[in-house]
């Protein structure tokens, strides 16, 4: 038998061709060859025929509706941007949301889940897949973004004359953090089924320093998935401010503001104790994230939109890395099995790396 790559055995799937008995197996094989992968997905060679099977049932009904996101739409015409997007759907995306179903399940009520990730890892983005794939699972899921917690535009303009240093909004202290505890608390104890107002923000308000917007109305909420920049992070030790700081937390003020930050921190831990589980978008090198939003500023630039300049979007990412640097605050969170329950490395090209539960790293 003449084996073929996982990729064009997705492609053929997509052209209507169903993996053959040979490749049913090869598919098997492929999901036990990474071990942290496979016990990351409660993956084993005992259960592997029956994951791969529940995997491909939704593959052969979810991937029309992937590739037809807005996010995907280049899908259709690259032939290499379709292929990174099938491979993501089958190793990452499917098995994720199987997972997400299963600790529904234990739980017995809703499940509060948390997704961490520096600016450009793609939370967004596998929220709404996760979302879509759910749905055929049979679960009714609530995307909310920690943006959506903004304290007001009046609010915020307070805050800042108080804080000159808050000059965008994003870092920790610009919440409503009473909001967002009440809602998870509401979602919690009301298993899901009691009418919630989820509060919305936009933007695009007052000229792009955004506004509180009209909330929805939703019930029967099943999966909640809470993802954000620092959803999650804890405050670190203090002594580490008296020890070398990495770039851009050079002068004596940029470290006063971590520090700043730091102590911030400790108001969002009652918000992060109703999380259920977290999981860490986790680039390989944090410094993709500036890379990312440059690419991203340059794609909206070329469709006639206005947008930041090169250095505009440089300072801009790294005053967040100065709030809450990715070195200090999620690399030691990647290693923390207390805490995380799952860790998905992303590749320079938004490729997905090694996935791993930070318990294996001790086992």
Not at 33 to 38: E, G, M
Request: proline share 6%; hydrophobic share 40%; with cysteine.
């Amino acid at each position: 038998m003449t084996i073929i790559s996982l990729s064009q055995i997705l492609n053929n799937w997509t052209q209507g061709q169903t993996p053959t008995a040979f490749e049913w197996q090869q598919l098997a094989r492929e999901a036990l060859a990474v071990p942290q992968q496979a016990k990351a997905f409660g993956i084993t060679p005992t259960n592997v025929e029956e994951k791969i099977q529940a995997r491909g049932n939704l593959f052969e009904v979810v991937y029309p509706e992937v590739l037809s996101l807005k996010a995907f739409h280049a899908a259709t015409t690259n032939e290499q941007v379709r292929t990174l997007t099938l491979l993501s759907l089958w190793n990452l995306w499917l098995p994720l949301a199987l997972q997400l179903a299963s600790w529904k399940q234990e739980l017995g009520r809703p499940l509060i889940q948390g997704i961490l990730g520096v600016q450009g890892t793609g939370k967004t983005t596998l929220a709404a897949i996760l979302s879509l794939i759910l749905a055929h699972l049979g679960y009714r899921t609530l995307s909310l973004s920690l943006d959506d917690l903004y304290k007001t535009y009046q609010e915020r303009q307070r805050l800042q004359q108080q804080d000159p240093r808050l000059i965008w909004r994003g870092p920790p202290g610009t919440h409503d953090l009473e909001l967002g505890i009440e809602l998870l608390e509401q979602l919690r104890s009301t298993n899901g089924k009691q009418q919630c107002l989820v509060p919305r923000f936009d933007k695009s308000a007052w000229v792009g320093a955004g506004d509180r917007t009209t909330p929805d109305l939703v019930t029967n909420i099943d999966i909640v998935l809470f993802e954000g920049w620092f959803v999650g992070v804890r405050p670190i030790e203090l002594a580490l401010f008296n020890s070398s700081m990495p770039t851009p937390i050079d002068s004596p003020d940029d470290r006063l503001f971590a520090h700043d930050m730091n102590e911030q921190l400790k108001h969002y831990l009652p918000l992060w104790e109703k999380l259920d589980r977290l999981i860490i978008l986790y680039p390989i090198d944090y410094r993709f994230s500036l890379q990312w939003r440059l690419q991203a500023e340059q794609q909206m630039i070329a469709t006639g939109k206005s947008g930041m300049n090169n250095s505009q979007i440089s300072d801009f990412v790294k005053y967040f890395w100065k709030a809450l640097h990715p070195e200090l605050f999620i690399t030691p969170l990647t290693k923390n099995p207390s805490l995380v329950d799952l860790v998905i490395e992303i590749n320079r090209d938004h490729s997905v790396g090694a996935v791993y539960r930070p318990s294996e790293l001790i086992d």
